[in-house]
């Protein structure tokens, strides 16, 4: 069934009133803003207060002690020689140091191949073999074996509180993304600036996909791997659509990696974040607020088929979960 005629921008507005009308915001599609209230909510400024120590550790343990101590062992090797010890500190460092590179580096040539487990075993396997590698360095009675001891049990530990602790998202699921309903209205712009309604996707099955952006290497990697399921998803007559609290240059970065011709969306006041209840405090590397990592698939009508909001910062939906509720294979549990 064909959409109908779009309004002008001016002529639509949508508003959704949340449920606690005094804290929460109401979303105007017609300014494309949403009104809200002075921040003094006790039940999220914790959530917030956490999301930006998750962000300082990650960046200390991530950027600064896998780094420092990987340094160490080069040091340690280059003057003293190989010894167990100092290797159990490069093998307890590698756990993180190995993600990275599969999120950072791999993901944009091989997305298929990253694939995270929730619990992540194997780097917390290899963190722990680290540390009783140093264990028999104490035994051999090596040289500075306490100490390489110390510097391996800071990356198992850095490791254990990223699985968990930093990875889970602990959050309820959006009471306002239902099987069923109706996607509401909203005004978005593309990377040319151009304001896009979201009726410009009525009409054809639609693969909606709200991200946190670049500053999540995890959210970009999954961007790339939703690439790699593109043509099957097109097979199915559906658009695929990313949204992210990014800016347009920003976004921009992220589309450069991106070869299949998907629709890149920004929503930089986060509007639609707030009427679609996926607002994640300071979930863009603690710096502001960004979108939860939520999927979402829609039918020609606009109607709501599918949702799936991640739980773990490097676990998403698998795209192959798209295909078949576009093939009618997947029914909802």
């Not at 960046?59 to 062992?73: H, N, S």
């Not at 929730?118 to 051999?140: E, Y």
């Not at 790339?224 to 976004?251: E, F, N, P, T, W």
């Not at 590397?285 to 909001?309: C, N």
Request: hydrophobic share 45%; net charge positive.
């Amino acid at each position: 069934m064909p959409a109908e005629p779009l309004n002008k921008p001016s002529d639509i507005a949508a508003k959704v009133p949340c449920p606690d009308a005094a804290n929460e915001p109401i979303f105007d599609a017609r300014t494309h803003t949403a009104k809200v209230m002075p921040f003094d909510s006790e039940r999220d400024f914790p959530q917030r207060h956490t999301e930006r120590l998750k962000a300082y550790y990650v960046r200390i343990y991530a950027c600064a002690v896998v780094p420092l101590t990987l340094f160490a062992w080069l040091l340690h090797a280059y003057y003293f020689g190989w010894s167990f010890a100092w290797g159990g500190v490069a093998l307890a460092g590698a756990g993180m140091a190995g993600t990275l590179f599969a999120v950072c580096v791999l993901a944009s040539y091989a997305p298929s191949l990253v694939r995270l487990k929730p619990s992540m075993p194997f780097a917390l396997a290899v963190s722990a073999a680290g540390v009783a590698l140093s264990v028999a360095g104490i035994v051999r009675d090596e040289s500075q074996a306490w100490l390489a001891l110390a510097l391996a049990l800071i990356n198992c530990a850095g490791m254990l509180l990223f699985v968990f602790w930093y990875a889970p998202l602990r959050r309820k699921i959006s009471t306002r993304l239902q099987i069923g309903d109706t996607m509401p209205d909203m005004l978005l712009r593309d990377l040319r600036g151009n304001v896009v309604d979201t009726r410009h996707f009525y009409g054809r099955p639609t693969v909606w996909v709200f991200d946190r952006g670049i500053a999540s290497p995890f959210c970009a990697a999954y961007v790339q791997l939703v690439a790699c399921y593109y043509r099957r998803m097109r097979k199915s007559g559906a658009h695929v659509v990313v949204v992210s609290g990014d800016s347009i240059a920003q976004m921009r970065r992220l589309r450069r990696h991106i070869t299949a011709t998907i629709d890149f969306l920004v929503d930089p006041d986060l509007a639609a974040a707030r009427a679609l209840d996926i607002l994640h405090p300071y979930g863009a590397a603690g710096k502001r607020d960004a979108f939860y990592p939520t999927l979402v698939i829609s039918d020609e009508f606009g109607r709501i088929r599918h949702v799936e909001q991640a739980e773990l910062r490097h676990t998403r939906p698998g795209p192959q979960i798209a295909v078949d509720v576009l093939r009618g294979k997947h029914r909802p549990a």
